[in-house]
């Protein structure tokens, strides 16, 4: 009952992540007056980071319920290697005073290595579709 829980907790919390990130992207993108009024609320800053805190928290939870820990299990290695390239390129995607075209290339590098993450999830393969 609790691995459940926290599973679906979990997931909930990966569709608002990458939600949020395309959100963002798109807005940072179209320089519209909604978008700066957005960035300018605090909570449109800081919620990203509560979600993902609590992300990150359900993940390490199903770790230990589950007992399969990164770089003993290789898909759970892999997923976290991606986690970092992920973040490394969403911060490249979402900061302002690049070019348009490194956020746009960074920001699909980003979705794509986010969607091979998933893609590991579900085969607990750690080459994930690609295999």
Request: proline content about 3%; aromatic content about 8%.
């Amino acid at each position: 009952m609790l691995y459940a829980a926290v599973k679906h907790l979990h997931i909930v919390c990966v569709v608002l992540s990458i939600t949020g990130f395309c959100l963002r992207g798109v807005l940072l993108g179209q320089k519209s007056a909604l978008a700066r009024r957005l960035n300018e609320r605090r909570w449109f800053r800081i919620l990203p980071h509560v979600n993902d805190s609590i992300l990150l928290a359900a993940a390490l939870t199903l770790v230990v319920l589950l007992g399969q820990y990164p770089f003993v299990d290789a898909w759970l290695t892999a997923k976290v290697l991606g986690l970092v390239a992920y973040i490394s390129l969403g911060m490249l995607a979402l900061k302002a005073g690049r070019s348009p075209r490194v956020r746009v290339a960074a920001g699909l590098a980003a979705v794509t290595v986010f969607t091979w993450i998933v893609s590991v999830a579900f085969t607990k393969n750690p080459l994930g579709l690609l295999a």
